[in-house]
């Protein structure tokens, strides 16, 4: 199975701050790559497919990039609703696998 | 609207049955390829199983592989989890989800439920 790894696994911002997820693929993927914000008690949602391809209805200030084993979620602005717990996952290679998660928290 | 929603959920005692189900409605249901997804306490997630939308192909992750079947019902629109053997390993919130094309392969996950919590313990 295609092993996904995040960093950090949890780090501290404040509202207004740019931050940046990394997720790294133990093999290739192409742009097999989908991250998903997670909020305690609520079902995972789609924020970004294709590596870099917004989901409808999600704000702009988030963005993905990379292609292969090296991938980035960047949030340009935080707001008070994004903090929660993200995750990448692979699609390209069964099983799916998803990055163990990075929790975002208040500063 | 596009809508999942799961039941099915509970407290089961190891070596346990339990099936779950998962109805969706607001699309054409037999057009999506479905999984299933769980998260047990504390933890992160995990893919479980998924299928086609005709019903045609399966797929397992080895930790339910024997153990676990997915079926759906197209003209019911609705997805089933068949868990035998249950083990306290097994105990997570399982969540179904709509892939965004009718096959397994390639396609991310769109749409999810609000998910049904399992408890396996004696």
């Known amino acids: 199975a295609i092993r996904m790894t995040q960093s950090p696994s949890s780090f501290s911002a404040s509202t207004g701050d740019r931050v940046t997820i990394t997720c790294r693929a133990s093999q290739g993927i192409s742009s097999y790559l989908a991250w998903y914000q997670q909020k305690p008690g609520k079902a995972p949602k789609l924020l970004i497919y294709?590596?870099?391809t917004l989901q409808s209805g999600v704000p702009s200030r988030f963005s993905g990039s990379g292609s292969g084993t090296d991938f980035t979620l960047t949030i340009s602005c935080l707001q008070s609703e994004d903090f929660a717990t993200y995750y990448c996952q692979q699609y390209y290679s069964p099983p799916e696998t998803f990055g163990q998660g990075t929790k975002l928290e208040i500063k | 609207e596009v809508q999942l929603v799961e039941s099915g959920g509970g407290l089961v005692q190891p070596g346990g049955s339990l099936r779950l189900s998962c109805a969706a409605s607001?699309?054409?249901?037999?057009?999506?390829?479905m999984s299933w997804v769980r998260q047990a306490p504390g933890k992160g997630l995990e893919w479980v199983s998924a299928i086609s939308g005709s019903g045609g192909s399966t797929y397992y992750a080895d930790s339910v592989k024997g153990r676990f079947t997915i079926s759906r019902d197209n003209s019911k629109n609705t997805l089933y989890l068949q868990m035998n053997s249950l083990r306290a390993e097994d105990t997570a919130v399982y969540y179904c989800a709509r892939k965004a094309g009718d096959t397994y392969y390639y396609y991310y996950m769109d749409v999810w439920g609000k998910g049904t919590t399992v408890t396996v313990s004696s």
């Open positions: 294709a590596a870099s």
């Open positions: 607001g699309f054409t249901f037999s057009s999506y390829a």
